[in-house]
């Protein structure tokens, strides 16, 4: 929509002060930019303007005459001449600011939002000191559960409309509406449907009184109590920028802090309560020995150590295998590495645990994209994991892409997902044909498509739809839509801090700094300052996983990493703990697999260690400490030094920040990211690795391995991750535990008649000797028949091993 | 006045079956359209209107030629007809709808050959279930005889009208809300700019005209605009449609040329006062209209003489209070209305119409105090800042704004009467 002849800036004066702003900003955020706050409640930045709180009223000069408008929905113009201050202005917005507080309940004392709310520190600025309305306010019955996690007061509310308008334009899930008309207008939920919405939690955010509040948090404290510390969400890998207050050493809430390059402000509810596990009272505060009776008793840290610096020590250094680290900060991966390359001297590690992709694409892909080039791209391809369910930021800045910025978007995926509604085409197929799909989309049989993906800059999200998929499908996509006009990439993975993990070298075919593990400059440059490096690549998850059954491995180091819940064979993961002579669990709680091992050692989490992630661009941000861990809890780093002196080597990890230093130092795509180059600063974006300056050593062009996958005849099984589930984390925090869905087999209807099947009869599905589960169908017409799909992460669907080919039935 | 009556005639002349194809087709329906059509190109449909000089009927005055030109260019635009016609005391549009719909549909037609349009709606409030139906009765007619549908007369024009029933709220009559409600959505007022004539129905051009101004057009259409304007005074051409009502003689509909004084429109044509009474005060443009008392009996019934004296014409709404009306219990009646229609959007309207509506109400029920006389203006002012007409508006459209005009009258010309209600703890008259 460039128009050469229109100019780019132009001069306004705002209170006798010129400014030069973007031609057409909107008045109210130009001058704000050039430090003329007007006070505004409706409007938010991130939200089309609606002009309806009126209290941005400013005077513009016309022809006419001063007039008054509205600042939020006014764009600029060249010359244009604003009073903010004149006695029309003032007794306007004082006016509103009466009529916004004649009905509301002035509850202030027992409010949440008190302390901290738009409308009394705008009434302190603006406002009338007293009211004169002496007829009875406006009530409500009040507040009311809208939804598992909030509260709605009606009485509190000011109308702005910024629930709605989030749930609408933002969140495309449009739960809340004004109801009624007039002085009876109220937000409410439609009947029967609750505000079940994965962001709901942004609506109490941005409430500019205390109308929305969230079960989490309300009556837990005041804000003046509360100390906060800017921070990365880990929940996945989006790495979403967040606030962590705390009171009394009980992180209390997380709030969304405001950039361009990741979140916009927003966070989803798993992120923005899933804090809850942080002050958990099954939280690990001693280090656990089990005795010969199979218990665990309680050991000091002296003993621990002793213990697992023994075993680790008469095990054979390539007999011992390291799995995790993707839940950590880099520093404590980076540790992990050094440890377990150098003083265990082991090549076989992994962050994932068989339901990532090649550690290698996720990292080094190329050419890469970074989040805010959705902004700018022509089409968008998602065909990876249902965003919405496994990356919900990134869905909502997906979604803003295709509704607001006009983005094309083509969407595949074995089912719906939460982006179908937006997406320009949707092309489904059953798990195991999707290199099939590849090739038609390739051939031009999809000429719709084509036509899209054709319109550059493109970016493609690419990852794994489900845990059945091939990984490799994954990279026969990017190599097809690196070839797309001006395309970038995208590459997909879940887990909070993976990215920074493999970037750390917790792979078998990676070291530091996104180096080869093979490549010999690399391996050179590393073992100058480490000395000799074990032999590469390891084995991967799986392989350790194998290894350990098999008895070709014998010890196995867990960092945070609970793989009988999470690795793609349950079963076999259960089978390798059992068989290993020793394992030693770094864990926030004594998890599934923790509870397998021979030494638990309590470590400190988020919130309460330093240092930084790396999210899925690459982007590092920091993390910060704001409370102590529980009991006799340590940061991992510490334990890995103390255990290598131990073991007669020398990690060399004194402080977080130490192990900072070095990975600048020997990680080449971390050259110059430092822990200053990272202090919030304007724009709190993050750096980007490698920087400008800095060494990429790994360029990972993906190749179209042909034929991946293949069909199987009977039922293909999908099997996905849904966004509230049973993990460790969620099952602990009283808020997000009652959200996991049902579990359910879904299938088509079709498919369900042809099993004699009703919707909500129990239904079989059997992936062999990897497990079965008996659950309740539900009609599905999304997917395509012969496709059963499973939500993977849940209590009662855990068992089940991701197996393509499963048979479907009604139980014997 | 029987040579002027341009939109009743009519129906003034054949009162059972002015509706009808038949009757329409006799009294020389369609011929302006058939004119149009086969003599005219559509800008000099739009320079006939335009040299009428004819203003929008719906309330606001605005030279429909001008409006008709600020139409933006677009492959798809909508005409969209008010009949929203909730404003109290008004009732013109019903008779139009009712009793001379295929007026209306030719209108319309020649009106959409004029704009490049081939999709109009007629929004009719959801209390006129009659009107309705006699409209899309004669969109059938209408469509079955060619004159609406495709290939309109082998003209090769297409035009298509949709009758759309509103859900009964008064804000649906303002253009943007209407369009919202058009769309399914809350009937909410839109902020403007964008205007309508740019980005309007589905954010295309839309062009809403009243039904009474659409319903002049096939008239200036055959005899020319020039003729059009020749009738009544400058700024307020042709004629015009009143709603007379209250405590009036001969209440009802009346065609009137502009121009005569309120005392001839009141007295001559309303009949005067029942009952010997006298006249206490009167809406001379419906209720959001600031009100005028006898002083005015003297002013004309232009646009220009009523805007001098600080109200309006509006929708044409003549309501008429004899001296036994309260002025308090009427204002009352008048900001319960608003209150009752704030679509609730905009703080200040929501919450402002309601605070005066109580206010008035505590008065009239003896439990006023004297501040609250300035409050009402002090609150009055904090929506209409300056309490002018036409109003300065802290809101988003003017139905705030007119709320507070039964306040600035009967506290600008009876603030006496007012205060005794204060002093004697209740209504003075009973």
Same mark, same amino acid.
């Given at each position: 929509m460039a128009d050469e002849t229109r100019p780019e800036k132009v001069t306004i004066t705002v209170d006798g002060q010129e400014m030069v702003v973007?031609?057409?900003?909107?008045l109210i955020q130009a001058a704000q930019d050039n430090g003329n706050y007007i006070p505004r409640f #409706? +409007?938010?930045?991130r939200m089309n303007p609606v002009?309806? #709180?009126?209290?941005c009223l400013v005077e513009v000069e016309t022809p006419r005459g001063p007039r008054l408008v509205t600042a939020c929905t006014t764009p600029v113009n060249d010359g244009m001449e604003v009073d903010t201050q004149s006695d029309v202005v003032k007794k306007a917005q004082e006016g509103v600011l009466e009529f916004l507080l004649?009905?509301?309940?002035?509850d202030c004392p027992v409010?949440?939002?008190?302390?901290? #709310?738009p409308l009394q520190d705008q009434t302190m600025s603006?406002?009338?000191?007293?009211?004169r309305f002496v007829e009875e306010k406006r009530h409500f019955?009040?507040?009311?559960?809208?939804?598992?996690l909030v509260l709605l007061d009606r009485e509190r509310c000011?109308?702005?409309a910024r629930c709605t308008r989030f749930s609408d334009?933002?969140? !495309? *899930?449009?739960l809340i509406e004004f109801k *009624?008309?007039?002085?009876?207008t109220q937000v409410l939920t439609f009947?029967?449907?609750?505000?079940?919405?994965?962001?709901?939690g942004n609506t109490v955010q941005i409430c500019? =009184?205390?109308?929305l509040t969230a079960k989490p948090y309300r009556?837990? $404290?005041?804000p003046w109590d509360l100390e906060a510390v800017e921070s990365t969400c880990?929940? #996945?890998?989006?790495?979403c920028r967040i606030s962590v207050q705390a009171s009394q050493n009980q992180v209390l809430r997380f709030l969304g802090v405001d950039n361009d390059a990741t979140n916009h402000g927003w966070l989803c509810d798993k992120g923005r309560f899933g804090f809850e596990y942080i002050n958990?009272?099954?939280?690990?505060?001693t280090p656990l020995i089990k005795g010969e009776d199979g218990e665990f008793r309680e050991a000091s840290w002296g003993e621990a150590l002793d213990v697992v610096a023994d075993h680790l020590g008469s095990i054979l250094g390539p007999e011992v295998a390291g799995l995790g680290g993707? %839940?950590?900060?880099n520093e404590e991966a980076f540790a992990f590495g050094k440890f377990m390359r150098t003083? =265990? =001297?082991?090549?076989?590690?992994? $962050?994932?645990?068989? *339901?990532?992709?090649d550690p290698q694409f996720l990292v080094a892909a190329t050419p890469r994209s970074a989040i805010p080039d959705l902004e700018s791209a022509a089409t968008i391809l998602v065909w990876g994991p249902d965003l919405k369910e496994e990356l919900p930021v990134l869905y909502l800045r997906v979604r803003r892409a295709a509704t607001e910025l006009g983005a094309n978007l083509v969407v595949v995926h074995p089912r719906r997902t939460g982006l179908d509604d937006v997406a320009t085409h949707k092309l489904t197929y059953r798990p195991g044909e999707g290199a099939a799909m590849l090739a038609a989309i390739a051939g031009g049989e999809h000429p719709e498509v084509t036509e899209v993906l054709n319109e550059g800059p493109v970016v493609a999200l690419i990852? %794994?739809?489900?845990?059945?998929? *091939?990984?490799r499908l994954a990279e026969s996509v990017a190599a097809f839509a690196?070839?797309?006009?001006?395309a970038g990439l995208l590459p997909l993975a879940r887990r909070s801090n993976v990215y920074g993990a493999l970037d750390m070298g917790?792979?078998?075919n990676l070291l530091p700094g996104? =180096?080869?593990?093979?490549?010999d400059a690399g391996r050179a440059a590393l073992e100058d300052a480490w000395g000799p490096l074990p032999e590469a690549p390891g084995r991967d998850a799986a392989g350790i996983m194998t290894g350990l059954a098999e008895g070709e491995l014998k010890g196995l180091v867990l960092l945070g990493s609970d793989p009988v819940r999470d690795f793609v064979d349950p079963a076999l993961a259960r089978k390798a703990l059992e068989a290993a002579e020793f394992v030693v669990a770094f864990d926030l709680f004594l998890s599934d697999s923790a509870r397998m091992a021979d030494v638990v050692l309590p470590v400190e989490g988020f919130a309460e260690s330093e240092g930084t992630v790396t999210n899925l661009e690459g982007r590092v941000q920091k993390v910060n400490r704001l409370i102590p861990g529980p009991g006799q809890s340590r940061p991992t780093w510490s334990i890995l030094d103390d255990l290598a002196a131990r073991m007669? !080597?020398?990690?060399?990890?004194?402080s977080a920040e130490d192990v900072s230093r070095e990975i600048a130092d020997l990680a080449p795509a971390y050259a110059g990211i430092t822990w200053e180059a990272l202090d +919030?600063?304007?724009? %709190?974006?993050g750096l980007v690795a490698?920087?400008?300056? $800095?060494?990429?050593p790994l360029e990972f062009v993906p190749v179209d $391995?042909?034929?991946n996958g293949e069909a199987p005849k009977n039922f293909a099984l999908h099997l996905a991750r849904v966004?509230?589930?049973?993990g460790v984390l969620s099952r602990v925090a009283p808020s997000l535990a009652p959200l996991a869905p049902e579990a359910a087999v879904h299938l088509h209807p079709d498919d369900l008649g042809r099993l004699g099947a009703a919707v909500g009869d129990i239904v079989r599905v059997s992936a062999g000797n990897r497990g079965a589960v008996e659950l309740p169908a539900v009609a599905d017409a999304s997917l395509a028949t012969g496709t059963v799909y499973v939500p993977a992460n849940l209590a009662a669907t855990a068992?089940?091993?991701?197996?393509l080919a499963v048979t479907v039935g009604k139980p014997s | 006045m029987s040579d002027t009556l341009i939109l009743t005639g009519r129906m003034e002349a054949h009162?059972?079956?002015?509706?009808?194809l038949k009757r329409y087709e006799a009294t020389g329906g369609y011929e302006a359209l058939r004119k149009a059509l086969a003599e005219m190109t559509p800008e000099q449909v739009q320079e006939e209107l335009t040299l009428s000089e004819i203003r929008g009927? @719906?309330?606001?005055?605005?030279?429909c030629g001008m409006k008709w030109g600020f139409l933006a260019p677009s492959e798809t635009r909508y005409l969209v007809i008010n009949?929203?016609? /909730?404003?109290?005391?008004?009732f013109k549009d019903r008779q139009l709808l009712e009793r001379d719909p295929h007026q209306l549909i030719e209108g319309i037609v020649i009106s959409c050959y004029a704009l490049g349009v081939n999709q109009a709606f007629v929004y009719i409030r959801g209390e006129y279930p009659r009107p309705a139906r006699r409209v899309q009765a004669a969109i059938e007619e209408a469509r079955a005889a060619g004159y609406? @549908?495709?290939?309109i007369l082998g003209s090769g024009l297409d035009v298509d009208v949709m009758v759309h029933l509103g @859900?009964?709220? &008064?804000?649906?009559?303002?253009e943007t809300a209407l369009l919202n409600s058009l769309e399914g959505k809350r009937g909410e007022p839109r902020i403007k700019p964008p205007f309508p004539a740019v980005e309007?129905? &589905?954010a295309k051009p839309t062009i809403v005209n009243n039904v009474e101004t659409i319903s002049n057009v096939p008239w200036i259409i055959t005899n020319g605009g020039v003729a059009y304007a020749a009738i009544g005074p400058e700024g307020s051409r042709g004629s015009r449609m009143f709603s007379l009502s209250g405590h009036i003689n001969n209440p009802g509909n009346v065609e009137i040329v502009m121009g005569m004084t309120w005392r001839e429109l009141l &007295?001559?044509?309303?009949?005067?006062?029942?009952? @010997?009474r006298e006249l206490k005060?009167?809406?001379?443009?419906?209720?959001s209209a600031p009100w005028f008392t006898?002083?005015?009996?003297?002013?004309?019934?232009?646009h220009d003489d009523v805007t001098a004296e600080g109200s309006m014409l509006g929708s044409g709404a003549i309501v008429v209070m004899d001296d036994t009306t309260c002025v308090v219990k009427a204002a009352h009646r008048v900001v319960k209305f608003f209150a009752h229609e704030?679509?609730?959007?905009?703080t200040p309207c929501r919450e402002g119409t309601s605070w005066l509506e109580r206010m008035l109400w505590r008065i009239e029920n003896g439990?006023?105090?004297?501040i609250d006389l300035d409050l009402l203006l002090d609150v009055s002012d904090n929506i /209409?800042?300056?309490?002018?007409?036409p109003p300065a508006m802290?809101?988003?459209?003017?139905l705030g704004p007119s709320a507070v005009s039964p306040i600035t009258s009967i506290m600008g010309y009876f603030r006496d009467e007012v205060a005794q209600h204060v002093d004697e703890g209740g209504c003075p008259l009973g």
């Open positions: 973007g031609n057409g900003a909107l #409706c +409007w938010h930045a002009g309806m #709180c009126r209290m004649i009905n509301h309940p002035l409010c949440d939002r008190g302390g901290e #709310c603006y406002g009338p000191g007293e009211s019955e009040k507040p009311i559960e809208i939804s598992d000011i109308l702005c334009e933002i969140s !495309g *899930d449009p *009624d008309r007039g002085n009876y009947p029967d449907e609750p505000f079940a919405s994965y962001f709901s500019p =009184v205390g109308a009556f837990r $404290a005041r880990t929940h #996945c890998s989006v790495g958990s009272p099954d939280r690990l505060g993707a %839940r950590g900060t003083i =265990v =001297v082991t090549p076989h590690l992994d $962050a994932q645990l068989g *339901d990532g992709l990852g %794994r739809p489900g845990l059945t998929e *091939d990984a690196r070839d797309l006009p001006e917790l792979a078998p996104r =180096v080869a593990a093979t490549a007669g !080597g020398d990690l060399g990890a004194a +919030w600063g304007v724009g %709190r974006e490698p920087l400008p300056e $800095a060494e990429q $391995a042909g034929g966004l509230y589930d049973d068992s089940l091993g991701a197996v | 009162t059972s079956d002015s509706h009808t009927r @719906g309330g606001a005055f605005f030279p009949g929203d016609e /909730s404003e109290p005391g008004t609406v @549908g495709e290939n @859900g009964g709220a &008064y804000i649906c009559g303002e309007g129905l &589905y &007295y001559d044509i309303g009949g005067g006062i029942p009952n @010997g005060m009167w809406i001379p443009g419906g209720a006898q002083k005015h009996l003297d002013t004309l019934v232009t704030s679509c609730g959007q905009c439990a006023g105090r004297q /209409s800042p300056g309490l002018q007409w802290t809101t988003i459209c003017p």
